[in-house]
């Protein structure tokens, strides 16, 4: 068989972690199978869908690089289509018009409540014939009173639920447009999914769209329900739990590898695997392994595998992401070195790209000031003399290398009769504007001949100015 998954967003905010974990669990399960992946906007709900939010998704999905085999769809398209299949419910007998006021569906509701039952409509309509004119009418989809529905869940295993549980559910507003639950039956019937992968908070809805497929005739899909995602005090995963749109997580300096690497781990494990390649997760992924239990979201792991694709992917890839962050700051990568050698620099020391890029700005622009407790504490008296010598020594190199360099200040170290940081941190805090930075002799090949002379002349005035 054939296997064909899709994410179904709907485009009312940002792309939230969440979503990109069920669009990360159905992209591995069709990639897995050689099947097919589908993108989908559901975006019938006119209101709250935006541009700005399909935007989001489209970018976040780029971002992440799960790509779609075929969309993005978008359900607007396909109203002509939803209104042919509430038509064919009522011609056959598997839909009908409702006109219970909302006036009189609160009074059962009330009456319910009252008499300690669940609140659900009571089939009123369901046995009326004809049309009635001039009266608003909903449509609802006649569920079967008898029986159960059992959901073969990939994740869950069988869950079952009678039939007189299910109420008969609106498929159409009065003003004729459909509701969720018909859209999405629609389209995955359509689209001819295999499996629906999709978070747990639609197991609800599931037996009354399984019931809306029998009724249309059509092969069920196989469902998988997704546990829920937790901050850390046991609530759902929201935003006053810090970051969860995708786009912050680029904004806030992690590899697009390493969100997905973790979001494959929050609900799913391989043995004791941590790190997976993404050829690793389309290879060893398997819906049985997911977790039934609902898993916590943990920004100390999730920075400390960000650490991890920093130090050990291709510094070539890092760089291409590490120049959208320099744009950031209003660098421009051309005004210095190149920044391969600055991931290779800096990846040991940077947990994320928003660090490396802020550790870095020195390497193209001038700082406008000295870090006031590393000046206090390396531009000390002499230290002057020091960098004068230091600057015509290194004026001197030919070949403005790590090698050389090293060696100019170990040999101006000895002849002083200094330790070597006596010389090499007044020499930092000159070039570099504050006491951190990678080894020396690579802190100057990165920065430059003519930047490292010229702000060795600035930090000299400065001292003699200081006096
Ligand atoms: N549009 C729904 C949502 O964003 C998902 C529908 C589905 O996956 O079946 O929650």
Known sequence: MSITTRFAPSPTGYLHVGGARTALFSWLYARKHGGKFILRIEDTDLERSTQESVNAILEGMAWLGLDY?????????????????IQQLIAQGDAYYCYCSKDALEQLRTEQMTNKEKPRYNGKCRELTGL???IEAVVRFKNPIDGVVTIEDLVKGDIVVANKELDDLIIARADGSPTYNLTVVVDDMDMKVTHVIRGDDHINNTPRQMNILKALGAELPKYAHLPM???SDGARLSKRHGAVSVMQFRDDGYLPEALLNYLVRLGWSHGDQEIFSLDEMVEYFELDDVNVSASTFNMEKLLWLNHQYIMNSDPVHVARHLSWHMGQLGIDPADGPDLVDVVKAQRERSKTLVEMAAASVYFYKEFDSYDEKAAKKNFTVGSDDVLEQLHAKLAEVKSWSAEPLHQVIVDLAEALGLNMGKVAQPLRVAVC???VSPAIDITLTLIGREKTLARLERAINYIRDQK
Do not use: M, N, V
């Not at 085999?69 to 299949?85: A, L, N």
């Open 69 to 85: 085999d075929e969309g993005p769809y978008y359900q607007t398209h396909h109203f002509d289509r939803y209104k042919e299949i």
């Open 229 to 231: 995602i937790l901050g």
């Open 433 to 435: 504007g504050s006491a």
């Open 132 to 134: 009635e004119e001039g």
